[in-house]
T-cell receptor, first 115, second 112 residues
Framework: AQSVAQPEDQVNVAEGNPLTVKCTYS??????LFWYVQYPNRGLQFLLK??????LVKGSYGFEAEFNKSQTSFHLKKPSALVSDSALYFC?????????????FGRGTSLIVHP | DVKVTQSSRYLVKRTGEKVFLECVQD?????MFWYRQDPGLGLRLIYF???????EKGDIPEGYSVSREKKERFSLILESASTNQTSMYLC???????????FGPGTRLTVT
């Protein structure tokens, strides 16, 4: 089955330290990959996407993600974490459905940034 | 900015009631989606719509139906609410196949 996996339910990091939230994918063909963030009691917000081109993708709020085809990964990164980055993060991949494509989401990773 | 609105933030209904959740987007997006979000399970797709009057089942359509009579509006219907439908419901829209989704704030539905 075509899918994404987020191997960590929770990631803890100290403010100011670099953070990584992991995502691996399993799709046939070229993957279209996305990261979203969800703050408490809110809907999801788009952070960034990889369609083609440069393997390092920059997005909102200082986040970036690195596409690695050989490792089938698309990890989300930030050089210096803020307490306000604490939220739920979802990785998603586009998968075929009938004559179209729909997004399939991972289960989410809770990021906790400690002061 | 794209805006996706949902009719209610919080809703409490009784078992057996018919429940309507409405979603409206203001950017002329073709595709619209309904998800439910449960702890530990992530987002699960209930139904999606490619365009007006078109709908496709997602991963968990049982107990739900949808309606899309106008491009900007996508309704989720629980014909006879049950307690296992207590959840957060998220609506999203998307311009076309390769683009990111825009989500509404969610409706937290409690069925008692």
């Amino acid at each position: 089955a075509q899918s994404v996996a987020q191997p960590e339910d929770q990631v803890n990091v100290a403010e100011g330290n670099p953070l990584t939230v992991k995502c691996t994918y399993s799709v046939s063909g070229n993957p279209y990959l996305f990261w979203y963030v969800q703050y408490p009691n809110r809907g999801l917000q788009f952070l960034l996407k990889y369609i083609t081109g440069d393997n390092l993708v920059k997005g909102s709020y200082g986040f970036e993600a690195e596409f690695n085809k050989s490792q089938t990964s698309f990890h989300l990164k930030k050089p210096s974490a803020l307490v306000s980055d604490s939220a739920l993060y979802f990785c998603a991949v586009r998968v075929p459905s009938g004559g179209s494509y729909i997004p399939t989401f991972g289960r989410g990773t809770s990021l906790i940034v400690h002061p | 900015d794209v805006k996706v609105t949902q009719s209610s933030r919080y809703l409490v209904k009784r078992t057996g009631e018919k429940v309507f959740l409405e979603c409206v987007q203001d950017m002329d997006h073709e595709n619209m989606f309904w998800y439910r979000q449960d702890p530990g399970l992530g987002l699960r797709l209930i139904y999606f719509s490619y365009d007006v009057k078109m709908k496709e089942k997602g991963d968990i359509p049982e107990g739900y139906s949808v309606s899309r009579e106008k491009k900007e509006r996508f309704s989720l219907i629980l014909e006879s609410a049950s307690t296992n439908q207590t959840s957060m419901y998220l609506c999203a829209s998307r311009l076309t196949l390769t683009y990111e989704q825009y989500f509404g704030p969610g409706t937290r539905l409690t069925v008692t």
